[in-house]
């Protein structure tokens, strides 16, 4: 690690720290040539790999306008499209693998959206399973209503 300040090529650790949210990890330096100290954060870096069979870096950002796109219109706001890109991205993390399929990120997404907004996830559903009959919609329709009735049973 190169010390920012006078670029020496060698800094020594001080003291490690896992973050909050336990994504990252913070490193007090110390740099042996001006001895001015400094902190690094380190992140794994978490890989998308898509259809086409190119990587690329997972972006909550990405997420979180595509999940928009299906709440357009919705009463969801910025705050709960955070949440849900937050939560996504634990869930993902949680499964400790360094490269992910597209397909799983969906599937990632798929939960959360239907607790936020039940119209929202059958609009994401409908492009990303890629409903193509007025079955497929109804099909879906009766397997949230059932699901909602289980839940007020309990």
């Not at 990890?25 to 998308?48: A, D, K, S, W, Y």
């Not at 950002?61 to 999940?67: D, Q, R, T």
């Amino acid at each position: 690690m190169h010390c920012p300040f006078c670029r020496h090529p060698d800094t020594r650790v001080i003291d490690s720290r896992t973050t909050e949210d336990g994504a990252a990890i913070r490193r007090r330096r110390t740099c042996p040539e001006c001895n001015r100290r400094f902190t690094t954060q380190e992140t794994v870096l978490l890989m998308v790999s898509k259809r086409s069979g190119v990587t690329e870096p997972f972006s909550r950002e990405k997420v979180i306008a595509g999940v928009r796109r299906a709440c357009q219109g919705r009463p969801v706001s910025e705050d709960a499209l955070a949440m849900l890109g937050q939560k996504v991205e634990e869930s993902i993390r949680a499964k400790g693998v360094a490269e992910i399929a597209s397909h799983d990120v969906g599937l990632a997404i798929l939960g959360p959206l239907r607790e936020l907004d039940e119209v929202a996830y059958l609009r994401f559903a409908s492009v990303y399973r890629g409903f193509e009959t007025l079955e497929d919609f109804e099909a879906e329709i009766k397997r949230l209503r059932e699901e909602r009735a289980r839940a007020e049973e309990r």
